[in-house]
């Protein structure tokens, strides 16, 4: 029923006799009513309505992760399989530099390496690829309206995907070495992962706005990354630094930084080598590597880091919301 | 209508943009300038309050820089008001840009999935409306492709597609329906039609008065982020020529470029009138991608007076000469004229076969004329749509529409459509002795 001028003469143009001309008058059947979604645009909306905007375009979030992952191997050969090769090749080379060449204290370097530092690097992309989400999608934040959180939270989604991918070179690893992981201690990695994800999100929603504002920010966070890697415990052991903190009792200061924990329960429970015996050079010698105490000590640590991150999560909602009106101008 | 709820209240919303003479968007910048970013304030919008009921499809019209793109920003939750607010009642679509959004890399099935959650549907809506929308956007071949591949055309249709498909209570219109070709416009204002018909509501912004009246039931006229006017589309219309006025604009060179003109009913000479006055000529279509037998060469509307002036008089003749072209000699073909109003409604329709007028075989060129005895009828411009095909229900030969049209100036106070013989004849049965004497 489209209108008169419905340009097919069989339907009724200047071929169609009266009685088979369209009628424009014909209204359709008034369409059902459920309640409809009422919306209040204000100059601020709550986080409480953010938060809910979000759960509702949460398959927006998934949506774009599939196209940042579709759209990254494009038209390579390999696809997913370079994700991969990454670790692996960190795996080779530190394997090959550490066990062989110069001989590491640390048994096993090249794994030990690998759960620290999977579980950084999705962490630092996600929060530097977050960052520039809203400025890089720029053409959509000025023409569509959706909750624009979604952007920098895909970001994360597709960093944590990322971290799947390259956790099956790591689990490849493990069985190769012949490394048991510490089943007691495998659950606390699930709690791990989402400790690391809230904070991600955290600071990649608040970046995300502010470097609409300040473009400073996305370099900035460059630099920032390079110096925040080397405070957790991935290249050097945990105890060498601990034990030294422990004499002037300021030990506190380095749990200051909440991927510690996170970095730490990746080792205990995969690593799971708490003070091993390591030969080098033919001497034979223990290294306190990783943390002595219990599951416990873990579980409360990650608890604190969730609390502390979804915190800021809903700072980030906050601020995010006050610098999200003028976006579409300000890009 | 007055009883139906409103869907869209917009409550004394205004909206400030900062113009920046220079933009320091670096930290260093900021720290010399220390915070104090030279800027001048401009109010894009002025404690705007409207309303939109159900069902409504409401325009709103202003010059460039009037803030009706502002306000329609506003409600889509684009922008936010620096102060009031906008209450919203249904699932709302903004049409803004069509495509945006598209990546160029993924398929056109991708993309369909990626842009329909973008403004907001399940993705399990999505796969039911999914063939409907490939089927709008006529890209049933060349879906999985890469969308960096597509002719503009293309990447329109199927950002149109999507964007219509997603079945809103309320549908916000910018003026994308200016992009695309004829017939695209066509078929975006024919979906338009559809959604008045099955009472969703539409807020439509242009420039262009023509389109307005074509599409709106009731117009807010916007100047320099004021409501100015609200009414009738005659009424707002009027009041928006008056502004523009006044703001010293060529009115009819924004009607003009405003890239519309196909659609709308431009009321304005064509060019090459003052030459050939009395015809109207133009080239015909392009010929049909499949080798058509029949093909119309040229329309030509031929009236008298035509030498002094370029529109009829009501109950005037009218003429229109069809030249057509046969590559083979054809049996049994039909000629047809449409003549539509400005609204889209259909005035008058015919062909040979109705009238029973058998055409019999026809070869290389020649013309058929329809001549109208007279033109009955009032004020408006006229579209014509000229068909040639096989039978009534036949296949195609040729097409033509959008392309001829006439006018009709009524001299006389009398109004409504259609010019009615009328005479009035006064007979005084008593009590006018005085008045005869």
């Known amino acids: 029923m489209l209108s008169g001028r419905e340009p097919a003469p069989a339907a009724g143009g200047p071929g169609a006799t009266a009685s088979s ?17 009422m919306r209040v645009i204000t100059p601020d909306a709550s986080v409480w309505r953010r938060t809910l905007d979000i759960w509702l375009y949460r398959e927006l979030v998934a949506g774009l992760v599939r196209k940042e992952l579709k759209v990254k191997y494009k038209n390579s050969v390999l696809g997913f399989m370079w994700s991969m090769l990454n670790p692996a090749m960190y795996l080779g080379v530190y394997y090959f530099v550490f066990q062989i ?23 630092q992309t996600a929060v530097s690829s977050a960052t520039t989400a809203v400025v890089g999608n720029a053409s959509i934040v000025k023409k569509v309206p959706f909750p624009r959180e979604i952007l920098a939270l895909a970001s994360v989604g597709a960093a944590l995907v990322f971290l799947f991918l390259q956790g099956v070179v790591l689990v490849i690893s493990l069985i190769a070495f012949h490394v048991a992981p510490a089943v007691t ?63 002037h009792h300021l030990l506190w200061i380095y749990f200051l930084n909440p991927v510690t924990p996170v970095v ?19 001497h034979t010698n223990v290294v306190h590597i990783l943390p002595t105490y219990g599951p416990e000590w873990y579980l409360a640590l990650l608890l604190g880091v969730i609390v502390v991150s979804a915190t800021l999560f809903i700072g980030a909602l906050a601020v995010f919301g006050r610098l999200e009106g003028n976006f579409a101008e300000e890009l | ?22 933009k320091y968007t670096s930290l260093k910048e900021r720290a010399i300038h220390f915070g104090h970013t030279p800027y001048e304030e401009f109010w894009a919008l002025r404690d705007i309050a409207m309303e939109v009921r159900e069902g409504e499809t409401v325009g709103l019209l202003g010059h460039n820089g009037s803030g009706k793109s502002t306000l329609l920003n506003c409600m889509a939750d684009i922008l936010k008001p620096t102060s009031g607010r906008i209450v919203v009642r249904g699932q709302l679509a903004a049409m803004l840009e069509l495509g945006s959004g598209f990546h160029p890399e993924l398929s056109g099935r991708d993309n369909i999935y990626l842009n329909a959650s973008l403004l907001g549907m399940a993705r399990r809506e999505i796969d039911k409306r999914f063939d409907a929308i490939v089927a709008f956007a006529e890209l049933e071949h060349f879906i999985d492709n890469q969308v960096k591949y597509y002719s503009s055309g293309m990447y329109t249709r ?73 009414g009738p589309p005659g009424e707002a219309i009027r009041a928006y020529r008056e502004h523009l006025q006044a703001m010293g ?67 005037e003749p009218l003429t229109v000469r069809v030249g057509y072209e046969a590559t083979e000699p054809v049996d049994d073909v039909v000629f047809g004229i449409a003549v539509h109003d400005v609204r889209g409604e259909l005035v008058f329709g015919a062909n040979t076969e109705t009238l029973e007028m058998p055409l019999g075989v026809i070869d290389g060129t020649g013309q058929v004329a329809f001549c109208f005895e007279r033109i009955p009828l009032l004020d408006g411009s006229y579209d014509l749509i000229i068909g040639v095909h096989r039978h009534a229900d036949g296949p195609v030969y040729d097409w033509r529409e959008n392309q001829d049209r006439f006018e009709v100036m009524n001299p006389a106070r009398t109004v409504g459509l259609v010019a009615l013989p009328l005479q009035i004849d006064v007979r005084r049965t008593s009590g006018d002795e005085r008045a005869a004497g």
Not at chain 1, 199 to 221: C, E, K, M, P, T
Not at chain 2, 10 to 16: G, T, W
Not at chain 2, 274 to 279: E, F, G, R, S
Request: one cysteine or more; charged letters at 20%.
């Open chain 2, 1 to 22: 209508m007055s009883q139906l709820s409103p869907v869209i209240e917009v409550d004394q919303v205004s909206k400030r943009f900062r113009l920046y003479r220079e």
């Open chain 2, 249 to 315: 604009e060529d009115l009819s060179e924004e009607t003009a470029s405003d890239g519309l003109s196909g659609v709308s009913a431009s009321t304005e000479p064509r060019p090459g009138d003052q030459d050939v006055a009395d015809v109207v000529s133009l080239p015909g279509v392009e010929p049909a991608p499949t080798p058509a037998a029949v093909r119309i060469t040229d329309v030509r509307i031929e009236h008298p007076g035509a030498g002094s002036r370029p529109y009829l008089l009501p109950n």
């Open chain 1, 21 to 37: 001309l369209p009628e424009r008058g014909g209204r359709a059947e008034p369409r059902s009513h459920k309640t409809p979604p």
């Open chain 1, 264 to 282: 730490l329960t990746f080792q205990r429970a995969l690593y799971a080598k708490v003070s091993p015996i390591s030969t080098v050079h033919g």
């Open chain 1, 185 to 247: 201690y495998l659950p606390l990695v699930a709690l791990a992962l989402v400790a690391i994800v809230v904070l991600a999100a955290a600071l990649g929603v608040f970046l995300s706005a502010v470097n609409v504002y300040l473009r400073d920010v996305q370099h900035l966070i460059e630099l920032v990354m390079v110096a925040w890697f080397w405070a957790n415990p991935i290249v050097y052991p945990y105890q060498l630094i601990a034990t030294r903190l422990s004499q």
């Open chain 1, 101 to 123: 060449v110069l001989g590491s204290g640390i048994p096993l370097f090249a794994i030990y390496l690998l759960c620290g530092l999977l579980v950084w690097n999705m962490f």
């Open chain 2, 158 to 230: 199927l950002g149109f597609a999507v964007a219509v498909n997603m079945e809103p209570d309320i549908l916000l219109v910018d003026e994308v329906l200016a992009v695309g070709d004829e017939n695209f416009q066509r078929k975006c204002i024919d979906r338009v039609r559809l959604f008045q018909d099955e009472g969703r509501t539409i807020v439509f912004v242009s420039h262009s008065p023509d389109l307005v009246r074509q599409i709106c039931k009731r117009v807010y006229v916007l100047h320099q982020g004021n409501l100015v006017a609200e």
